[in-house]
């Protein structure tokens, strides 16, 4: 299949067994999709123990509806999270609104944190590339195994060589259906605004729809609030959603506000097993996992 050594081109002749890597642009071990938290944190890893790392994304950093919510159990085993302090709003409780009923507050034993996806995304991806890492700002566009590795195109037609594939390019992963054609999470519409107002400071709210038919999440940030909603496919119509997160604001901004809108992958699958997120040369991190 030709030379595969990280930093060597790759070229051939019809025949030979290596014309599928002509015009090979250039030769990775690890070629990672999506430099969000997860594509970013896995690029930089594989950096640091001297692996020849790509990481392509074509938008990044940038802002996501729900994103920015770190767990207990990510800030105790990253520690590295701990230079984003004072930047993040920690949060304590939970507000739970159902359609019926009181409402309950639950006081949370492990408080997790919550921050500017942007700044989360920016932070990973400043490690990763200080760790060693290349950033092309650029999308992959299709993925092909040949010979003991993968052949990737991205958006400027340009071709890659890699040993190892990540996909960690989000709900709507392009990555996904060639990697794991039988995994088919399922997808949910979110619509979200960035209002400066809404729960206080250290509570998180959840207000729940009649007959489950949604949900709506209010997460304090630092300096605004996470406000959106997430809803079945089909569930109701953008304008809808967007006039009860409005009717959600407490104060003009919440109606001012641009609204924006993102798929995101739940945990329940259409069809598909845990195996299917990883074999020996590709593995599906975050949402597109």
Not at 32 to 39: E, F, I, R
Request: proline share 7%.
């Amino acid at each position: 299949m030709g030379d595969l050594r990280p930093g060597r081109r790759t070229g051939g002749t019809a025949g030979d067994g290596t014309a599928n890597l002509i015009a090979v642009r250039s030769v990775w071990d690890v070629l990672v999709a999506g430099a969000g938290p997860a594509g970013s944190r896995a690029a930089e890893l594989f950096a640091r123990r001297g692996a020849r790392v790509a990481l392509l994304d074509p938008k990044a950093p940038w802002e996501k509806p729900c994103g920015g919510g770190l767990t207990a159990a990510a800030l105790e085993h990253t520690p590295d999270l701990q230079s984003l302090h004072g930047r993040w709003q920690l949060l304590r409780e939970i507000f739970l609104a159902p359609p019926r009923g009181a409402n309950v507050t639950v006081p949370l034993r492990r408080p997790f944190a919550v921050t500017s996806r942007e700044l989360l995304a920016r932070w990973g991806l400043e490690r990763a590339t200080a760790a060693g890492a290349r950033f092309l700002s650029r999308a992959v566009r299709s993925a092909e195994r040949v010979g003991g590795g993968w052949r990737v195109t991205d958006d400027r037609g340009e071709v890659h060589g890699a040993r190892w594939l990540v996909g960690a390019d989000g709900a709507a992963s392009t990555l996904r259906p060639r990697l794991a054609p039988r995994l088919r999470p399922e997808l949910e519409p979110t619509r979200v605004a960035y209002p400066t107002t809404g729960a206080p400071p250290g509570v998180a709210a959840v207000l729940l729809f009649p007959r489950c038919g949604g949900y709506l999440w209010d997460f304090p940030r630092p300096g605004h609030h996470s406000v959106g909603i997430g809803t079945s496919r089909g569930m109701f119509a953008r304008d809808v959603l967007d006039r009860v997160i409005a009717a959600y604001g407490t104060e003009d901004d919440a109606r001012e506000q641009p609204h924006r809108g993102a798929a995101i992958a739940t945990t329940r699958w259409q069809s598909g097993r845990f195996a299917d997120l990883g074999s020996r040369d590709y593995a599906l991190l975050g949402d597109a996992a």
